[in-house]
């Protein structure tokens, strides 16, 4: 690593961890909440939950960019900082939210101030050297996993005490990791490796016609795509079907989603780092993306528990292709705009998180009635096409990055 870089990474981590933290802390109560504000029913909650979930990714969507942007032109530290510290006093708000109005506003500001993934990942990127990163954005991802993992039990836990207790509790780990980033981080990005901030590159399309000049870059991120919209089908339907196809309780769902997002922090903070330095990023990113495929095969037909939990086991692996795929990204694009890079990756990644929930459900919805087919894994099949066309770009693109690379040398 690059002069301290360690202490900064390791604050980083920190303020993801606490990052991810709240926002998993949030999530078990967030129905109950809706229904006692809106007084309704769990059925109309659940609609609202979907448009507040759809506002948050569509937030995320649009402003990442603007946030990778603005870390580009005036620092990461700054940017990072501001932006959970203003997370803090939107928990805090939502914890004394009066109407549904006040939530949505609430949620829609969560979504900007949550871009501001794409600053803490360019600190990587301007502090630690491009054969070290894949291991520094794997932990970094082991950071967010965990910090999601422990949320949803410290909040479910909490909003036994009362519905909004788990907003304070956010709102106060926000304003600790702001705090401790005062005290320990310290700016990543030089002077002169600054940009000026233009609307015109500064937003979804921008960043994409940013990143389409670099073609190596450009099919990575569809590679991303495909392959977080696979993913979208755990993210979506896991709890209905669980409790569909094998009786799950919503305690069995949790521990099954925390058992997957432990592995998945495991492959990402520790495997990741390993692999890339023995077979290096390239051969990571290739062959961790083929475990997928047989882990959406048994979950498609799992008929089990054990067999979903042998998918969990098999699919981890996966963890590594993500972090692997932005350290071979950062390498191809100029110091002056990682923080637009990483916009643009955090932009696809919301894209996602939009289409994906409606499409997954939509497929579920159709095969777990009682007309027609019945085959509620039906979406785990979906998932299979989109990550097999995931894994013919990614070979396809390292293949011929390979070729003339080879070709330079000769």
């Not at 709102?171 to 981080?185: D, I, N, S, V, Y």
């Not at 979804?204 to 000049?213: E, F, H, I, T, Y």
């Not at 991120?221 to 919209?229: E, N």
């Not at 903070?269 to 095969?297: H, N």
């Amino acid at each position: 690593m690059r002069g301290n870089s360690a202490p900064i990474l390791a604050t980083v981590a920190f303020i993801v961890f606490v990052d991810m933290l709240g926002i998993g802390l949030i999530l078990p109560v967030m129905p109950r909440l809706i229904g006692e504000i809106a007084d309704t029913g769990l059925d109309h909650a659940a609609e609202i939950g979907g448009l507040l979930t759809f506002a948050y990714a569509g937030m995320q969507f649009l402003f990442a960019p603007i946030i990778g942007g603005l870390s580009d032109r005036f620092g990461r530290r700054p940017v990072l900082l501001t932006t959970l510290f203003l997370l803090a006093i939107d928990y805090a708000i939502m914890a004394l939210a009066p109407t549904l109005i006040w939530l949505v506003m609430g949620r829609i500001v969560s979504g900007i101030m949550g871009a501001s993934w794409a600053a803490a990942n360019s600190c990587v990127a301007d502090c630690v050297p491009a054969e070290r990163r894949g291991a520094a954005f794997g932990l970094l991802g082991g950071a967010g996993a965990a910090g999601f993992v422990l949320g949803p039990a410290i909040g479910g836990m909490a909003g036994e005490w009362g519905t909004r207790i788990p907003f304070v509790i956010a709102a106060c780990l926000a304003l600790a990791g702001t705090l401790a980033g005062l005290a320990l981080l310290k700016e990543t990005l030089p002077l002169n490796r600054r940009r000026a901030f233009t609307i015109a590159r500064a937003n979804p399309l921008g960043s994409m016609v940013q990143m389409a000049k670099t073609p190596f870059v450009a099919q990575c991120l569809i590679v991303a795509f495909f392959m977080q919209l696979a993913a979208q089908a755990q993210m979506s339907i896991w709890a209905f079907w669980g409790e569909l196809q094998f009786g799950w309780t919503p305690t069995i769902s949790g521990l099954t989603v925390s058992l997957y997002g432990v592995m998945i922090g495991i492959a990402q903070a520790v495997l990741t780092g390993k692999s890339i330095a023995r077979f290096g990023a390239s051969a990571t990113a290739r062959y961790s993306l083929l475990f997928g495929v047989p882990s959406y095969i048994l979950l498609a037909l799992a008929t089990s528990t054990p067999i979903v939990l042998a998918a969990i086991l098999v699919g981890m692996l996966t963890g590594m292709t993500f972090p692997a795929m932005q350290s071979l990204m950062t390498s191809r694009v100029s110091e002056d705009a990682q923080g637009e890079l990483q916009g643009a990756i955090a932009s696809v990644v919301s894209l996602t998180s939009i289409i994906g929930p409606v499409l997954m459900t939509q497929i579920f919805g159709h095969f777990a009635d009682q007309q027609g087919l019945y085959f509620p894994g039906a979406p785990y099949l979906l998932s299979i096409i989109l990550l097999t066309i995931a894994i013919v770009v990614l070979w396809r693109t390292l293949g011929r990055d390979q070729s003339a690379a080879l070709a330079a040398i000769e």
